[in-house]
């Protein structure tokens, strides 16, 4: 049986690209060329990369990088999008909780969560954390967005969810401030305009769990900020109106 978050990807990647979430792609990879120092012989690990809009803008501008995700459906509409783009990306079909690299990358990148946040347990989040760590030489950098559960514990969650032009509507929606996860009704239609209803089961995360979990895998330095959308900055303190974060962690 699929799991929610494979279910909702297996027919969507047209659909996904008109998400008002991917409207920041310029803007953050402006803010990921920074952090790389504009080095283009160095090599990205895009870890959920989707349909691959940071993998093929990076690779527009000359960079070296490998694009995993476990959606066949995004992966293909990804290497399309790369084919007319005219740039090399290689993309590979992987569970991001089993990431097979090993001292192979010198920056990982996992954006708009990116599989983490997704998984059902803490244990797997903290596999895809560990298997990202792994994938990276030293020195290295692994840059990712996390659900902030700040948020939640002074919004809610179905009207902010709700309030853009989203194509996935969400029906209900409990947090659980005990386990930071929020269990949500949602409605959408695929990219055969075929309606769907699933139930999903999301992890936030305070920032000192991010913090610990990057120092249990020897992280010698990390930093949380507050994530906008289309304007990645370490400027950016995190609030509790900061949906989700950004996290910066350096090997």
Known sequence: MRRWYEELFANYAKTYDTEPFTTGTLG??????KEFDGDKTKSILDIGCGTGRHAI????????????????????????????AGVGVKFLQINACSLPFKNEFDFAIMLCEGG???????????????????????PGKLIFSALNALYPLYHSLR????EGPSGVKIDTCTFDPMTFRDHATITF???DAKTKTLETDERYYAPSEISWYLASLGFKKSSIHGCHLGSFSRDHALTTD????????EK
């Open 57 to 84: 803008e990076l690779a527009r501008r000359g960079y070296s990088i490998t694009g995993i995700d476990l959606s066949a459906s995004q992966l293909e509409r990804a290497r399309q999008k790369a084919k007319e």
């Open 28 to 33: 953050e990879v402006d803010f990921l060329e």
């Open 189 to 191: 239609n695929d990219d």
């Open 242 to 249: 900061d949906y989700e974060m950004l996290v910066i962690a």
């Open 116 to 138: 983490f946040s997704l998984q059902e347990t803490d244990a797997l989040n903290f596999r895809i954390l560990e298997g990202a760590e792994r994938a990276l030489r030293s």
């Open 159 to 162: 009207d902010f969810l709700n």
